[in-house]
T-cell receptor
Framework: DSGVTQTPKHLITATGQRVTLRCSPR?????VYWYQQSLDQGLQFLIQ???????AKGNILERFSAQQFPDLHSELNLSSLELGDSALYFC????????????FGPGTRLTVT | AQTVTQSQPEMSVQEAETVTLSCTYD???????LFWYKQPPSRQMILVIR??????QNATENRFSVNFQKAAKSFSLKISDSQLGDTAMYFC???????????FGAGTRLTVKP
Protein backbone atom coordinates (compact mmCIF):
# COMPACT_ATOMS: atom_id res chain seq x y z
CA ASP A 1 0.00 0.00 0.00
CA SER A 2 1.61 3.23 -1.23
CA GLY A 3 -0.58 5.51 0.88
CA VAL A 4 -2.10 7.11 -2.21
CA THR A 5 -5.83 6.50 -2.51
CA GLN A 6 -8.01 6.72 -5.59
CA THR A 7 -11.75 6.46 -6.03
CA PRO A 8 -13.62 4.91 -7.62
CA LYS A 9 -11.82 1.66 -8.46
CA HIS A 10 -13.96 1.03 -11.48
CA LEU A 11 -16.14 3.28 -13.59
CA ILE A 12 -18.33 2.33 -16.53
CA THR A 13 -19.99 5.08 -18.51
CA ALA A 14 -21.26 5.90 -21.98
CA THR A 15 -19.74 7.97 -24.74
CA GLY A 16 -20.36 11.68 -24.41
CA GLN A 17 -20.59 11.57 -20.64
CA ARG A 18 -18.45 13.28 -18.02
CA VAL A 19 -16.73 11.65 -15.04
CA THR A 20 -14.60 12.76 -12.12
CA LEU A 21 -11.77 10.71 -10.69
CA ARG A 22 -10.51 11.48 -7.21
CA CYS A 23 -7.09 11.10 -5.63
CA SER A 24 -5.70 11.68 -2.15
CA PRO A 25 -1.91 11.88 -1.91
CA ARG A 26 0.26 10.38 0.80
CA UNK A 27 0.35 12.34 4.01
CA UNK A 28 2.89 15.16 3.66
CA UNK A 29 3.16 14.97 -0.12
CA UNK A 30 2.39 18.22 -1.92
CA UNK A 31 2.65 17.04 -5.51
CA VAL A 32 0.02 15.04 -7.34
CA TYR A 33 0.46 13.58 -10.80
CA TRP A 34 -2.05 11.99 -13.16
CA TYR A 35 -1.20 9.28 -15.66
CA GLN A 36 -3.18 7.37 -18.26
CA GLN A 37 -2.34 3.75 -19.07
CA SER A 38 -3.94 2.40 -22.21
CA LEU A 39 -3.12 -0.62 -24.33
CA ASP A 40 -2.08 1.37 -27.39
CA GLN A 41 -0.43 4.39 -25.77
CA GLY A 42 1.22 2.82 -22.75
CA LEU A 43 1.77 4.93 -19.65
CA GLN A 44 1.47 8.64 -20.33
CA PHE A 45 1.92 11.58 -18.03
CA LEU A 46 -1.08 13.90 -18.07
CA ILE A 47 -0.59 16.67 -15.55
CA GLN A 48 1.05 17.61 -12.25
CA UNK A 49 -0.11 19.85 -9.43
CA UNK A 50 2.01 21.15 -6.60
CA UNK A 51 0.33 22.59 -3.54
CA UNK A 52 -2.73 23.63 -5.50
CA UNK A 53 -1.01 25.00 -8.58
CA UNK A 54 -0.50 23.40 -11.97
CA UNK A 55 3.20 22.64 -12.33
CA ALA A 56 3.62 20.54 -15.48
CA LYS A 57 1.47 19.43 -18.36
CA GLY A 58 1.91 16.37 -20.52
CA ASN A 59 -0.29 14.74 -23.12
CA ILE A 60 -3.55 15.87 -21.62
CA LEU A 61 -6.48 16.39 -23.96
CA GLU A 62 -8.48 19.62 -23.87
CA ARG A 63 -11.53 17.57 -22.85
CA PHE A 64 -9.66 16.65 -19.66
CA SER A 65 -8.99 18.96 -16.75
CA ALA A 66 -7.70 18.62 -13.24
CA GLN A 67 -7.40 20.56 -10.03
CA GLN A 68 -5.86 20.24 -6.61
CA PHE A 69 -7.79 21.45 -3.61
CA PRO A 70 -6.56 23.14 -0.40
CA ASP A 71 -6.61 19.80 1.41
CA LEU A 72 -4.29 18.57 -1.39
CA HIS A 73 -6.64 16.00 -2.84
CA SER A 74 -6.97 16.17 -6.59
CA GLU A 75 -9.67 15.50 -9.13
CA LEU A 76 -9.33 14.62 -12.79
CA ASN A 77 -12.35 15.55 -14.88
CA LEU A 78 -12.92 13.77 -18.18
CA SER A 79 -15.67 15.09 -20.43
CA SER A 80 -17.23 14.25 -23.80
CA LEU A 81 -15.91 10.76 -23.30
CA GLU A 82 -14.92 8.66 -26.26
CA LEU A 83 -14.32 4.92 -26.56
CA GLY A 84 -10.58 5.61 -26.77
CA ASP A 85 -10.60 7.16 -23.31
CA SER A 86 -11.06 3.72 -21.79
CA ALA A 87 -7.94 3.19 -19.73
CA LEU A 88 -6.45 2.85 -16.30
CA TYR A 89 -5.93 6.25 -14.72
CA PHE A 90 -3.26 6.51 -12.06
CA CYS A 91 -2.60 9.19 -9.54
CA UNK A 92 0.83 9.49 -7.94
CA UNK A 93 2.30 11.73 -5.28
CA UNK A 94 5.81 12.71 -4.29
CA UNK A 95 7.38 14.18 -1.15
CA UNK A 96 8.44 17.86 -1.11
CA UNK A 97 12.15 17.07 -0.77
CA UNK A 98 12.28 13.71 -2.43
CA UNK A 99 14.63 12.49 -5.10
CA UNK A 100 12.15 12.27 -7.91
CA UNK A 101 10.36 9.16 -6.72
CA UNK A 102 6.63 9.02 -7.21
CA UNK A 103 4.26 6.74 -5.34
CA PHE A 104 1.30 5.47 -7.28
CA GLY A 105 -2.27 4.84 -6.21
CA PRO A 106 -4.15 1.68 -7.19
CA GLY A 107 -5.69 3.34 -10.23
CA THR A 108 -9.21 3.86 -11.55
CA ARG A 109 -10.31 1.60 -14.38
CA LEU A 110 -12.51 3.61 -16.76
CA THR A 111 -14.57 1.81 -19.36
CA VAL A 112 -16.43 3.88 -21.93
CA THR A 113 -19.14 1.98 -23.80
CA ALA B 1 12.31 14.95 -26.17
CA GLN B 2 13.25 12.16 -23.89
CA THR B 3 12.50 8.61 -24.99
CA VAL B 4 12.81 5.36 -23.11
CA THR B 5 13.24 2.07 -24.92
CA GLN B 6 12.74 -1.39 -23.51
CA SER B 7 13.71 -3.79 -26.24
CA GLN B 8 12.46 -6.98 -24.57
CA PRO B 9 8.65 -7.19 -24.66
CA GLU B 10 8.68 -10.52 -22.79
CA MET B 11 11.14 -12.52 -20.77
CA SER B 12 11.05 -15.58 -18.58
CA VAL B 13 13.34 -16.96 -15.90
CA GLN B 14 13.42 -20.01 -13.68
CA GLU B 15 12.78 -19.52 -10.01
CA ALA B 16 16.01 -18.78 -8.09
CA GLU B 17 17.84 -17.77 -11.26
CA THR B 18 19.05 -14.31 -12.26
CA VAL B 19 17.54 -12.19 -15.01
CA THR B 20 18.47 -8.83 -16.51
CA LEU B 21 15.99 -6.45 -18.09
CA SER B 22 17.31 -3.87 -20.54
CA CYS B 23 16.51 -0.20 -20.83
CA THR B 24 18.02 2.57 -22.90
CA TYR B 25 17.07 6.21 -22.98
CA ASP B 26 17.77 9.24 -25.05
CA UNK B 27 18.38 12.65 -23.54
CA UNK B 28 20.62 15.67 -23.79
CA UNK B 29 20.19 16.42 -20.10
CA UNK B 30 22.99 15.84 -17.61
CA UNK B 31 20.88 15.75 -14.46
CA UNK B 32 18.04 13.30 -14.29
CA UNK B 33 16.55 10.35 -12.47
CA LEU B 34 15.94 6.82 -13.65
CA PHE B 35 13.49 4.37 -12.17
CA TRP B 36 12.25 0.84 -12.45
CA TYR B 37 8.61 0.25 -11.58
CA LYS B 38 6.93 -3.12 -11.22
CA GLN B 39 3.29 -3.70 -12.18
CA PRO B 40 2.01 -7.10 -11.00
CA PRO B 41 -1.35 -8.53 -12.13
CA SER B 42 -3.02 -6.37 -9.49
CA ARG B 43 -2.05 -3.39 -11.73
CA GLN B 44 -0.53 -1.48 -8.82
CA MET B 45 2.59 0.46 -9.85
CA ILE B 46 5.37 -0.28 -7.36
CA LEU B 47 8.68 1.56 -7.24
CA VAL B 48 11.48 -1.01 -7.37
CA ILE B 49 14.63 1.06 -7.56
CA ARG B 50 15.82 4.59 -8.30
CA UNK B 51 19.09 6.02 -9.64
CA UNK B 52 20.29 9.61 -9.75
CA UNK B 53 22.34 10.34 -12.85
CA UNK B 54 25.03 12.21 -10.93
CA UNK B 55 25.79 9.16 -8.80
CA UNK B 56 28.27 6.75 -10.30
CA GLN B 57 27.49 3.98 -7.84
CA ASN B 58 24.82 1.60 -9.03
CA ALA B 59 21.70 1.47 -6.87
CA THR B 60 20.82 -1.74 -5.05
CA GLU B 61 17.66 -2.77 -3.22
CA ASN B 62 17.92 -6.28 -1.80
CA ARG B 63 17.66 -8.68 -4.77
CA PHE B 64 17.32 -5.82 -7.26
CA SER B 65 20.28 -3.93 -8.66
CA VAL B 66 20.93 -1.74 -11.66
CA ASN B 67 23.76 -1.37 -14.12
CA PHE B 68 23.80 2.31 -14.95
CA GLN B 69 25.99 3.25 -17.89
CA LYS B 70 25.59 7.00 -18.31
CA ALA B 71 27.71 7.38 -21.42
CA ALA B 72 25.86 4.56 -23.13
CA LYS B 73 22.51 5.82 -21.77
CA SER B 74 21.73 2.37 -20.49
CA PHE B 75 19.94 1.41 -17.29
CA SER B 76 19.41 -2.32 -16.89
CA LEU B 77 17.73 -4.06 -13.97
CA LYS B 78 19.12 -7.27 -12.52
CA ILE B 79 16.89 -9.47 -10.42
CA SER B 80 18.75 -12.09 -8.42
CA ASP B 81 17.25 -15.22 -6.88
CA SER B 82 14.03 -14.69 -8.84
CA GLN B 83 10.82 -15.45 -6.98
CA LEU B 84 7.36 -16.30 -8.26
CA GLY B 85 6.14 -12.99 -6.87
CA ASP B 86 8.49 -11.16 -9.23
CA THR B 87 6.19 -12.08 -12.12
CA ALA B 88 5.01 -8.71 -13.41
CA MET B 89 5.39 -6.01 -16.03
CA TYR B 90 8.51 -3.95 -15.43
CA PHE B 91 8.68 -0.37 -16.63
CA CYS B 92 11.80 1.72 -16.97
CA UNK B 93 11.21 5.45 -16.48
CA UNK B 94 13.16 8.67 -16.97
CA UNK B 95 12.64 12.07 -15.42
CA UNK B 96 14.62 15.28 -15.73
CA UNK B 97 15.69 16.65 -12.38
CA UNK B 98 13.96 19.99 -12.98
CA UNK B 99 10.79 18.62 -14.53
CA UNK B 100 8.40 16.07 -13.11
CA UNK B 101 7.22 14.76 -16.46
CA UNK B 102 8.10 11.08 -16.05
CA UNK B 103 8.53 9.15 -19.30
CA PHE B 104 7.99 5.41 -19.33
CA GLY B 105 9.19 2.66 -21.62
CA ALA B 106 6.74 0.20 -23.13
CA GLY B 107 7.48 -2.37 -20.45
CA THR B 108 8.88 -5.89 -20.24
CA ARG B 109 6.61 -8.73 -19.15
CA LEU B 110 8.60 -11.00 -16.87
CA THR B 111 7.41 -14.49 -15.99
CA VAL B 112 9.13 -16.44 -13.25
CA LYS B 113 8.66 -20.16 -13.77
CA PRO B 114 8.63 -22.68 -10.92
Amino acid sequence: DSGVTQTPKHLITATGQRVTLRCSPRSGDLSVYWYQQSLDQGLQFLIQYYNGEERAKGNILERFSAQQFPDLHSELNLSSLELGDSALYFCASSPPRGNGEQYFGPGTRLTVT
Amino acid sequence: AQTVTQSQPEMSVQEAETVTLSCTYDTSESNYYLFWYKQPPSRQMILVIRQEAYKQQNATENRFSVNFQKAAKSFSLKISDSQLGDTAMYFCAFMKSNNNDMRFGAGTRLTVKP
